[in-house]
């Protein structure tokens, strides 16, 4: 008895330990980030999508970074008579930032074109009662001060344990003071967004890396869709697509029958691998070729109103 309980104390021990103890590096390449951000500052009211992805590598200096494309969505409203927010107009827009990370430091870096020197995006190699210089790590842009880590502990994604850093905002007219930074995804408050304070949210709404979701889920608020450019949108055709993930076919079914319309497929970089025709309620999306991995759709029907979303193909 003595024997056996040793065994299972043993084993429970190595894998309390290999939860934490092996290192999962930032990616560089085929990474996607989808992150939201809401504000309110009367009478303007904003809400902002933007999606960071992946697209090729810079070499500055001696080192080679992974260029990350930041694309954007915003819509701008105005308060009316009774301060309800009431749509004016969007913008779209785009950028890149270069990242290079060190995995012997477990620290991720992003060069900083204004003093053509590198700044801390993220760093993973943190302890209980860490003091973070809010000034020097890009990954805490918008705190202000020092930060102190509160805890450290292990999330399962995808099949694997990652270290999560938890640490408080310091927001005090917010009742989300505290959020957290996972090991190889970055800030749950969005990826160079800072954490959510009175009349302002910023969120991580999904990650995926190698067409595979490590955090959040397709049925999340709307967004601008990786690479794609497709831009979610809610309408009064809600759509559903079961199973999904599928691996032969799944239906697609309308709220309502949309006869005359067309369901597009795009894969991951944005391109169109299908057209088919939609002449009821139900539309069965054969695999027929398509390969693992995230796939977009766009409905248009013949008075050009768009739904869109995603599914999955494994």
């Given at each position: 008895?003595?024997?056996?309980?040793?065994?299972?104390?043993?084993?429970?021990?190595?894998?309390?330990?290999?939860?934490?103890?092996?290192?999962?590096?930032?990616?560089?390449?085929?990474?996607?980030?989808?992150?939201?951000?809401?504000?309110?500052?009367?009478?303007?009211?904003?809400?902002?999508?933007?999606?960071?992805?992946?697209?090729?590598?810079?070499?500055?200096?001696?080192?080679?970074?992974?260029?990350?494309?930041?694309?954007?969505?915003?819509?701008?409203?105005?308060?009316?008579?009774?301060?309800?927010?009431?749509?004016?107009?969007?913008?779209?827009?785009?950028?890149?930032?270069?990242?290079?990370?060190?995995?012997?430091?477990?620290?991720?870096?992003?060069?900083?074109?204004?003093?053509?020197?590198?700044?801390?995006?993220?760093?993973?190699?943190?302890?209980?009662?860490?003091?973070?210089?809010?000034?020097?790590?890009?990954?805490?842009?918008?705190?202000?001060?020092?930060?102190?880590?509160?805890?450290?502990?292990?999330?399962?994604?995808?099949?694997?344990?990652?270290?999560?850093f938890n640490y408080n905002t310091?927001?005090?007219?917010?009742?989300?003071?505290?959020?957290?930074?996972?090991?190889?995804?970055?800030?749950?408050?969005?990826?160079?967004?800072?954490?959510?304070?009175?009349?302002?949210?910023?969120?991580?709404?999904?990650?995926?890396?190698?067409?595979?979701?490590?955090?959040?889920?397709?049925?999340?608020?709307?967004?601008?869709?990786?690479?794609?450019?497709i831009n979610e949108i809610k309408?009064?055709?809600?759509?559903?697509?079961?199973?999904?993930?599928?691996?032969?076919?799944?239906?697609?079914?309308?709220?309502?029958?949309?006869?005359?319309?067309?369901?597009?497929?795009?894969?991951?970089?944005?391109?169109?691998?299908?057209?088919?025709?939609?002449?009821?309620?139900?539309?069965?999306?054969?695999?027929?070729?398509?390969?693992?991995?995230?796939?977009?759709?766009?409905?248009?029907?013949?008075?050009?109103?768009?739904?869109?979303?995603?599914?999955?193909?494994?």
């Amino acid at each position: 008895m003595t024997l056996r309980f040793l065994i299972i104390a043993a084993s429970i021990s190595f894998s309390a330990s290999g939860q934490s103890s092996v290192y999962h590096p930032f990616p560089d390449s085929n990474a996607a980030w989808c992150c939201q951000w809401d504000g309110h500052t009367s009478p303007d009211c904003y809400r902002n999508w933007t999606t960071y992805q992946f697209n090729g590598y810079a070499q500055i200096g001696i080192y080679t970074y992974s260029r990350l494309e930041a694309h954007s969505f915003t819509i701008h409203y105005v308060e009316n008579q009774n301060f309800f927010c009431v749509e004016q107009d969007t913008a779209v827009s785009s950028d890149s930032v270069y990242i290079r990370q060190d995995n012997f430091l477990k620290t991720v870096w992003m060069y900083d074109s204004a003093s053509f020197s590198d700044r801390v995006l993220y760093n993973f190699n943190l302890a209980v009662g860490d003091t973070l210089d809010t000034t020097k790590a890009y990954w805490a842009n918008g705190f202000g001060g020092t930060k102190i880590i509160t805890s450290v502990d292990s999330i399962l994604m995808n099949g694997n344990y990652r270290k999560r850093f938890n640490y408080n905002t310091g927001c005090t007219m917010n009742f989300d003071t505290d959020t957290s930074m996972i090991e190889g995804i970055g800030s749950l408050h969005g990826l160079m967004f800072p954490p959510s304070c009175f009349e302002f949210s910023f969120h991580l709404n999904e990650m995926t890396q190698d067409n595979a979701i490590l955090f959040g889920d397709t049925t999340g608020d709307a967004c601008h869709d990786f690479a794609s450019g497709i831009n979610e949108i809610k309408t009064d055709n809600t759509f559903t697509i079961s199973p999904n993930p599928f691996h032969d076919f799944a239906i697609l079914e309308g709220s309502k029958a949309h006869e005359n319309s067309q369901l597009l497929i795009y894969n991951s970089f944005g391109d169109e691998v299908r057209q088919q025709e939609i002449i009821s309620k139900f539309t069965i999306i054969q695999r027929d070729g398509l390969g693992d991995g995230i796939y977009f759709y766009r409905v248009v029907d013949s008075n050009r109103n768009l739904a869109t979303g995603k599914f999955i193909i494994e």
